[in-house]
C-alpha cells in the first residue's frame, strides 16, 4: 500500500524534484472547508502551498440532492471525472491533500479520490501548519492553470456500507462515531433532524486520532485506542460521523492502526433523515 501521510519536509522536497522518491510526480490539492465557511477559496487565494489546486469538497467531492441521501453524499463518477481532469491528476502521480483544519475535510479527498482508483494519495500530516511551521512559503492568488490531467477514475474501489448495512455491521462487529461524544449521546444536535446514535456504534471521537501538534497518534497508540474500543486485529471496522467527512479521517487512522475501514457515507445526516431507522441516545 502507498504512503497514508508525508511531512512538510519530505512534500517540499518532492515539490523541488518533481515527484517523490518512493511514488510520482505531484499534484497537491488543498480542501479548506468548515461548516461555518464552506467556500475555502477566499483562504486559498490568501495563502496556499505553492502548486497546490483548490479542491471544493461541496460540489467536486460531494453532490446534493433530496435529503434522505445526506448532506454530503459521493459525487458520481462524471462529477469526479471532471474535477480530476481540472487539477491535473494524471495516472502513477502522486496527490497530497490537506487542509488548515487538522485534515477533518482534506480526509474525504483522500478517501474518495483513494475509492475512485487513485493509489497514490497522500495527507500532509499536521495540515497547513505543518508546512507554515516548517517556514515553507505560500503563495497567493488562484493558482495556474494547469494541463488536463489523463487520470480515470472508477469509484467503488474500497469497502463501504449502505444504509441497510450499518445496522448488521454494527451487531456482527464494530461501528465507530466519529462525531463529538455529546452529539453521540444525543445531548445536543445542532444539524440533523434527530439526536443520538445508530444503535450499537461506540463513540470515538475524530480528535482522539491526533496529538497536541495536530498530528495523528503513532500506529501503535492508534492501534490500542481502537483495541480498547473493541476492535479486533486487522478487523473491518465500520466507521461514520455526520455527514461522511471526518468519518473519512477516522478511516486514516484505522489504516495507519492497521485495521480496515468500512466507511458509511451517508452516515447520521442520511440514518437521521428516515424515521424508521432506529436511534440511540445516551453512553
Do not use: K
Not at 235 to 263: M, N, Q, R
Request: glycine share 12%; proline share 7%.
Amino acid at each position: 500500500m502507498a504512503s497514508i501521510l508525508t511531512t512538510a519536509a519530505a512534500l517540499h522536497a518532492a515539490l523541488r524534484a518533481g515527484r517523490y522518491p518512493d511514488g510520482g510526480p505531484v499534484r497537491v490539492l488543498d480542501v479548506r472547508w468548515r461548516l461555518d465557511r464552506p467556500d475555502g477559496r477566499p483562504a486559498f487565494r490568501a495563502g496556499h502551498i505553492p502548486g497546490a489546486r483548490y479542491a471544493d469538497l461541496d460540489t467536486q467531492l460531494a453532490q446534493h440532492g433530496e435529503a434522505t441521501a445526506g448532506r454530503h453524499p459521493l459525487p458520481p463518477a462524471s462529477r469526479l471525472q471532471a474535477a480530476v481532469r481540472e487539477w491535473g491528476i494524471d495516472a502513477g502521480d502522486t496527490v497530497v491533500v490537506y487542509d488548515d483544519v487538522n485534515n477533518l475535510s482534506s480526509a474525504r479527498a483522500w478517501w474518495v479520490l483513494r475509492d475512485a482508483g487513485i493509489a497514490d494519495v497522500r495527507v500532509l500530516d499536521g495540515a497547513l501548519a505543518a508546512w507554515t511551521d516548517a517556514g515553507f512559503a505560500l503563495e497567493q492568488g488562484d493558482g495556474d492553470t494547469v494541463r488536463p490531467g489523463s487520470a480515470v477514475v472508477s469509484p467503488g474501489t474500497l469497502p463501504a456500507l449502505g444504509i441497510d448495512d450499518v445496522l448488521d455491521h454494527a451487531r456482527d462487529g464494530l461501528l465507530l462515531d466519529a462525531r463529538a461524544a455529546e452529539r453521540f449521546r444525543g445531548e445536543v444536535e445542532p444539524i440533523d433532524p434527530r439526536a443520538g446514535h445508530i444503535p450499537g456504534a461506540v463513540s470515538a471521537p475524530t480528535a482522539g486520532n491526533l496529538d497536541d501538534t495536530g498530528r495523528f497518534r503513532s500506529p501503535g497508540e492508534l492501534r490500542a485506542r481502537f483495541a480498547a474500543l473493541g476492535a479486533q486485529p486487522g478487523a473491518a471496522v465500520g466507521v461514520y460521523c455526520g455527514s461522511g467527512v471526518t468519518a473519512a479521517h477516522e478511516a486514516i487512522a484505522l489504516s495507519l492502526a492497521g485495521y480496515e475501514p468500512v466507511l458509511y457515507p451517508g452516515s447520521w445526516s442520511q440514518w437521521s433523515q428516515h424515521p424508521d431507522r432506529p436511534v440511540a441516545t445516551g453512553a
